[in-house]
């Protein structure tokens, strides 16, 4: 098969998502780098991206003079992955798709309720991919337990408790250290620190699983470290549409917690869970029975877990390759092939309403809110 | 030491929890089961007792009569424990209280609020031992991080994290089984299921290491199976009076978690997690450090934690010396030496006042209620 | 039921093995501490022991005049405790039998193999108990692996891994301490030094789950403390009567284990495995199955684990219960039920003979000899 | 940097191997494939050569062909990779190093010692690298153990513990599957079964960490299916040049366990232990202090460890990015870099004659025998 084209916005030298993409797209031999715009810096941009093997026509000063100079290529890039600054997202996403080209953006796709509508609307007008990168839900066990509800392994869902905790903000210290400091910075961050940073990776994964949404909930936010402006610290409890209760805790402040993003979902005749830092098992309890571990790339698993498994069972497989799976059902997207597994700009809007209500529901003590965007109501 | 008389009423045979008291109370050599009302069924009840080694003038046919025939006697017994269905337990233990004896009652130490501050006052008038058994507290390796927070090695409590969920009530068709249905019968229960079942030995946990007490809260409660009168499945925010923000999931439903009882505490300086079903080690976290697996056992931990541990180090003691450790620690104290770890009647006031504030908040959407008992506000 | 009465022969004040063998024969109210010798010093032992209840004529000075006091008693004590050195246990545990009296020695029995047979024809001629303490066996999820392999669950064991390593002699500053040197002083210890300390308890329950016995091995010894007379660090390959294979590996210096005692069993049909730091679980699996998660107090469990388990499902309990279990099965089999699943003088020269092959063998540079005490050839 | 060229032998489509190095190659963009012989079928192979974008003129019919193809090129491969049957990487690696090229083989490097002794002389007389995929030796934190030991944090080595054991050959009515009969047929697999397939990987870990080598060795090997002309379970215990214990455990019908390769190593001053199937933790005790869990991407890590980590903290990476890490540093060295924890030619070498050697104790009941290549005695 022949390889697609791809093209990077953001993600220069020294960027930390910038190499898990380009592992990502190249891994499984899917995507070559044809065309970037990776730093704000047009010269060293331009420097890296030849130096990852982009054409010197094609390794481009800035965004737009990306889209102007891919637009009306024959080979233009059949991807383009926006992993520039948050407050960007909205802006290049909309142009690249309004030129008919297929998105992958990253997380948060945009800093406002109202901009991921418009980016759902755009998206549909055009009939290209917009996808958002939550690249958890790409893990395969975790693709295995949205089969296992879909397929009714553990009845109705009744409950869903997610967590996305660390500790790397927990240090008082650092709060001036200017890598951490803008998550907490309502002029850079938003009006979420915390739960928009990684609550919506959990929140989209509970969503996800259960095959339901969001429809109400109520949070708690709280800055543990007063100097901050915007959380560090967030509850949030919703309810889905078809009624399963949720229960999503999120903390930058948790030292000792890694990359403590687990769930757990719970059904009528079975519960299961699963952690990002062991991705490779679930731990499934059928009601009445006793625990069973799952592996990765054991047999008898569904289609969606074993095509994104790429080694035998108990090898572990990691982040970087989650995040490859996303390109892999791109990949299979763009060649015509149907992945609704995958996260679109629907899911990003989603996410971005789920901040807006939360924010309103903690200035209102915990007031339940709708957490739909309007357009889904 | 001369071995202490011990009395019990409730935990006969068949109890769950009577056989964990006896255990405990006779594990160390501390007590010797001298008196006994063991059963609702008076003969059922004296047949046991002396089964158990009680003589036949101590094996009472109740409560009152136990009362009458021990307060008298020169003999009489230095403790009793009330292992009694929960709404007989106020009753029981102020007549005892007020008849001068110590008493280790068995949580919830009330049904009410009101009930609770009765019993402290009596507690307080007659200059008696009223504890309360909450018995994870007993653990050594929880006694450590209580001394932990106390001396200072995590700095300020920010945040904790607290969860007491299990699934074994998650079988829908189990939902007319007697042993099952009465906790979620407010006939029987009172006004809360789950979170007065489990949830209250983790908020006192939570006040136990913390050094602190809960002030506010906000509560979600969830009947996952519908039948249900009261909640099977909650979620409790609160507040400490130092500031310190808290976290409380305790559910029944959650199928394939058993005994999921454990706590995160985070400060200043660092982290630290422990978990029942691994009761004797502690996960702590220097901030910016690595986390350090904290033994039962190991040199240089606190007299407190010491002074419980029976055996080497990784040689596990479980549930029933936790419950153990309370006894000694109730010898101890009726010796006249202090024990200002142990809970006592004021720490069953404030789960009950924690119940009320939270099955209120819940009913008024989660709005920020007062927690604190009213004589203790 | 009536407590039967208990003696204790060494286990003083500050000795390790003491408390756990009083906590295990009286946490279940089956024995009451009647006599004992406790102490080499003997007014500190008697004044120990009418510390724990014992009546002043009861507090003997020595095991010598224990036996005389007991032995024509009509309440004389239903049970012998020895817990007094490794050196002594042979000549003490030979008198009491040989008085008709039942005896718990701690491990090892004796120190040579012809003692140990001796002590076999002893034990048979008395018609009395002679058990030996190994304790781990008496976990209840033990218990079900020795169950599971009885009736078949698991097929044929093809192959048993068993490990008894800890790091606790591993500073080699510390090999002047007394409490470390003797271990690895023939004077002392006898031929062999952790092999003999640990590796037989593991040895006994491959046997034990198998069902089977030892009958041929080949040791590898290693003194990796140079200073060290006798091995800190085992490897002993093995093959069983049914041909089972067998590998273990025990030792001192493996820093940063604790208590590294675990064991894995496989058979022709699933495998388990089970490790003595979480002592209530078993991991099996079937046969190109998944691995199942079975806890202590789960539904389905044999006779042999149930009845050894006090508290509910994941509620742990610990090595001093275990200890329990094996007073538990005393009292049963004093009073005339049949307790097979008990290590008795046969399993502790068994081991004898294991231990001086495995020297045997390690000096002859791994040769494989025969593990089998002659008379059991 | 230009990228290099890279060809691929054998790894055809459906193959095991042939992803997780194409995967391994392409993931950094270091190597992009240009040329290949991929099957043993050489239309098929010429065909999926082309699929993954190999030239219609570089994709080969055999390696033979492949060799005359590209050894006149000025754009001939940079690196070639053998993944082709065990039996042919000899003659293959062999004709590509005297043909100057660079050479990845994967493991077994050859058949027969005198072959690895024939490839140590021909990499050296080529000058051109010969690399060997002992690929979990270039897992981020085993590169750290290893420089743990070399820059002293736990003293000298005294003991190394390490297992490869699974469970996936342990269904006796599986013995007649082709992909599993195979490695028990010495006509196929030669001398040795599972020692040779999984335990030289354990063994290769063991020197590499310790940084040292196997002098001498005492193996027992066992068919515990009895149908199998060769080992299914062996234990070996080695002694190091500098004395270190070794003992190595591997077994192809361990039930339960999934890829149960492991390794402890315990020094002077502490202790590690390292699993591969959580390869992004090492456990790390020194005498007498607790247990610190490393985690891949702390601060502070060697060089070795850091620049081999692609993405943040408790991110897992997994097998086929330890693959990648092979040719990570085997780009850098075919640019010049030194890279001296690569597994060169030498390592398959001693692998073979730990092979030979463990085969020959075996049968000799365990005799010790000497493990080294003549070569390197």
């Not at 893990?139 to 337990?145: A, S």
């Amino acid at each position: 098969m022949a390889k697609l084209n791809w093209g990077m916005i953001g993600g220069g030298e020294g960027s930390q998502i910038g190499p898990a993409h380009r592992l990502g797209a190249q891994a499984d031999g899917n995507f070559v780098l044809a065309a970037g715009a990776l730093d704000v810096d047009a010269e060293k941009g331009r420097a890296y991206a030849q130096s990852l093997g982009v054409a010197a026509d094609r390794a481009y000063a800035g965004w737009q003079e990306m889209l102007d100079g891919e637009k009306d290529r024959t080979d233009r890039v059949d991807l383009v992955t926006v992993a520039t600054p948050n407050s960007t997202h909205f802006e290049i996403t909309r142009a690249f798709l309004e030129a008919g080209f297929n998105v992958l953006c990253e997380k948060p796709m945009t800093m406002t309720v109202e901009e991921g509508e418009e980016i759902v609307r755009v998206a549909e007008a055009s009939g290209k991919i917009c996808a958002v990168n939550y690249c958890y839900s790409a893990y395969p066990m975790v693709r295995e337990m949205r089969q296992m509800v879909k397929t009714g392994q553990i009845g109705k869902v009744r409950l869903v408790v997610a967590n996305f905790s660390h500790g790397h903000h927990g240090d008082a210290g650092d709060a001036d250290n200017p890598r951490v400091r803008w998550r907490y910075d309502p002029a850079m961050a938003g009006v979420s620190g915390q739960f928009a940073d990684c609550g919506i990776h959990a929140l989209h994964m509970a969503g996800f699983i259960a095959g339901d949404e969001v429809r109400s909930l109520s949070a708690d936010f709280a800055s543990t470290i007063p100097s901050r402006m915007l959380e560090d610290d967030a509850m949030v409890n919703f309810r889905m549409e078809g009624g399963t209760v949720g229960r999503l805790w999120t903390s930058s402040v948790a030292i000792g917690r890694q990359h403590g993003f687990d769930i757990q979902v719970f059904g009528e005749t079975g519960g299961m869970r699963w952690a990002s830092e062991q991705p490779n098992q679930v731990f499934y309890t059928p009601v009445g029975g006793r625990t069973q571990i799952m592996e990765k790339g054991e047999g008898g698993l569904s289609d969606e877990a074993t095509r994104l498994s790429r080694v035998a069972i108990a090898h572990p497989e990691g982040f970087p390759l989650a995040v490859a799976n996303i390109y892999v059902d791109l990949a299979a997207a763009i060649r015509g092939e149907t992945r609704d597994a995958l996260p679109f700009a629907v899911d990003g809007l989603r996410s971005m309403a789920a901040v807006y209500a939360a924010v309103d529901s903690a200035k209102a003590d915990g007031a339940w809110v709708d957490a739909r965007p309007p357009i889904l109501r």
